[in-house]
């Protein structure tokens, strides 16, 4: 008992004596521990303060997260910048506020909450527990909520709020993001991410609603409220049963000889890519067992990122050999990307990149529309999109095959926003796209979806193998096909260098999360630099796009490679800003 009252003494003691000589950082202190009820993390920021580690509490507590192009993002721990407990129950109080302000029934049509399988032992933090928390502030005010009763594929939460006309949607995940970090993602009642002005009007109401509430910290309500519902079995059907839209050769799929070896990067994505399958008419994927079930800490990768290629494919890549399989399938942990590797005749795979399967995607679903349109089926009605920093071989498609391509700010936020304006307006989307290997098939969901695109390419393989076809050649006749003049102005690299200016029309939206910019060169390269909207990183794109009588390929990529070394050189200096050039 005395060792008990010592430690409660001394802890009473700290609670009572944080003065650091910043009152900004004494009022977040105070807050902090009088609000966190999670012991891990309150004890991290206890500990903090009693080894006089002023910089770092001020770094956790005196500011918050921001919506980028995920929505909110940080790494897993204590303090008001990170995603814990108590940031996530602030988020959803704010959330509550807003949507209680822009929509008066509410309380009849709810809200949806899904999660992945991230977790921190350190922190007591996981996306399970945050989404139950989430539910939690919800139910506590009499809000009906969709609380899906295991992990599911970010896809999921969108295709959710839709379905069941809810009025918006909250998916808890970091996606491909490092094992540290979680998220809050959400989404409105159109289906798409929110953009402009929600963020900034939820980021106010956030701000206005700090302190829990009652009832906030009360996980307890997801077992006990009447008003949770477990939306999993329902939507689940529902989904599988729209993917068959999108299914245009399943007696050919139920006899393909191709095997596909599918790996989840210990995420949520195996059982759903089975069931996809399934959908479809093919056998199951051939499972990389190692990293089929969920694992937070994802141990036989370095990173959780399919799109780092062949060094985090590598056991997916070596069970495809031993069970000759061709195709490799990779879904990112929360399984809305989609990587794509295939067997070579010369024995070596190749890993295409975002634009190359967004070219493969783009001519299957035109081909497909093509195939089976309805007599008085208008191609002027149809539509593609790319964020801007993506290849613009779906424009080359477009002049080509008369359909329309538009582009949109970095972030699928975007594109499912316009999507959604252009099916209001009678229009039809066949497919749109992101570099960094997002793609969407069909609409019935508004965000990029790693689990509908698995089985596309699967079934597309399949078809393309009939005719002898591999992928890789079907992209390079994709290629050539796209060979065009593309109608834009072109600007002279030592001019834009003298005269980077204020007269330059303004093309897309202005976004402070999106600083990027775009330069179109004479010869016929497109490069664009931006800062990452998810990670501390600068990214840099670029394309060239050849004329009609450019046909040496070593030629054009050697002119490629040179333009991108002077355009990283001359603008970003890594030498002197201390950067490292890593090219994926």
Not at 24 to 45: F, S, V
Not at 46 to 54: D, H, I, T, V, Y
Request: proline content about 4%; glycine content about 6%; aromatic content about 10%.
């Amino acid at each position: 008992m005395a060792e008990n009252a010592e430690g409660d003494l001394n802890s009473n003691l700290l609670h009572a004596s944080y003065h650091t000589g910043d009152p900004q950082l004494d009022t977040a202190i105070g807050q902090w521990l009088r609000w966190d009820k999670n012991p891990k993390t309150k004890e991290q920021i206890e500990n903090l303060l009693r080894n006089g580690m002023n910089k770092e509490l001020r770094d956790r507590l005196c500011c918050r997260m921001t919506f980028g192009t995920a929505g909110l993002r940080s790494a897993m721990g204590a303090g008001f910048c990170y995603i814990n407990d108590l940031t996530v129950i602030q988020s959803t109080q704010g959330m509550y506020k807003y949507l209680e302000r822009c929509f008066s029934d509410f309380k009849q049509r709810g809200f949806v909450v899904g999660y992945d399988t991230r977790g921190q032992v350190t922190s007591s933090c996981s996306s399970q527990r945050l989404a139950k928390l989430t539910a939690a502030v919800l139910l506590a005010r009499d809000v009906p909520v969709y609380l899906f009763s295991r992990y599911v594929p970010t896809p999921f939460v969108p295709y959710a709020v839709q379905e069941l006309k809810a009025v918006a949607g909250v998916m808890i995940t970091a996606s491909h993001n490092r094992k540290e970090d979680n998220g809050y993602k959400v989404y409105w009642e159109t289906g798409a991410q929110i953009t402009s002005p929600h963020d900034k009007e939820i980021l106010k109401c956030i701000e206005e609603c700090v302190e829990p509430w009652n009832g906030s910290w009360n996980d307890n309500l997801v077992d006990t409220s009447p008003l949770k519902r477990d939306p999993l079995q329902d939507i689940c059907r529902r989904y599988m049963e729209d993917l068959k839209k999108i299914c245009f050769y399943r007696e050919l799929n139920s006899k393909t000889t191709l095997k596909f070896v599918h790996t989840s990067f210990h995420g949520v994505g195996h059982d759903y890519v089975q069931l996809a399958f399934q959908a479809f008419g093919f056998k199951p994927p051939i499972p990389v067992p190692e990293q089929k079930d969920p694992d937070p800490d994802f141990s036989t990768v370095k990173c959780p990122n399919p799109e780092e290629g062949e060094s985090v494919l590598e056991l997916s890549l070596r069970l495809a050999e031993k069970e000759n399989a061709r195709i490799v399938l990779a879904t990112d942990p929360d399984a809305d990307r989609l990587a794509v590797a295939e067997l070579q005749e010369n024995g070596h795979w190749k890993v295409f990149t975002g634009n190359e399967l967004a070219a493969l995607f783009g001519w299957w679903m035109f081909d497909c529309w093509k195939k089976s349109k309805s007599r008085n089926a208008d191609v002027k009605n149809i539509y593609m999109l790319a964020t801007t920093v993506s290849s613009k071989i779906l424009k080359a498609l477009a002049l080509k095959e008369g359909f329309h391509f538009e582009e949109t700010l970095p972030g699928f936020k975007w594109i499912g926003s316009r999507i959604k304006d252009l099916l209001e307006n009678g229009k039809e989307v066949l497919f749109a796209f992101e570099e960094s290997i997002g793609f969407l098939c069909g609409t019935s969901v508004l965000d990029k979806d790693g689990v509908s695109a698995a089985v596309v390419v699967a079934e597309m393989a399949s078809y393309l193998e009939t005719m002898n076809i591999t992928l890789k050649q079907q992209l390079i006749k994709i290629y050539e096909k796209g060979r065009v003049d593309f109608d834009t102005d072109r600007l002279d690299f030592d001019f834009l260098l003298c005269h980077l200016a204020n007269d330059f029309e303004q093309v897309l939206p202005v976004s402070k999360n999106s600083q990027m910019i775009t330069f179109t060169f004479q010869n016929g390269c497109v490069a664009t630099l931006r800062t990452s909207g998810t990670e501390p990183k600068i990214k840099y794109y670029a394309e060239m796009c050849a004329s009609p009588d450019q046909s040496d390929t070593t030629l054009l990529e050697e002119e490629l490679k040179k333009l991108i070394e002077a355009l990283i050189e001359n603008f970003l200096e890594p030498s002197k800003n201390g950067l490292i050039w890593r090219s994926v």
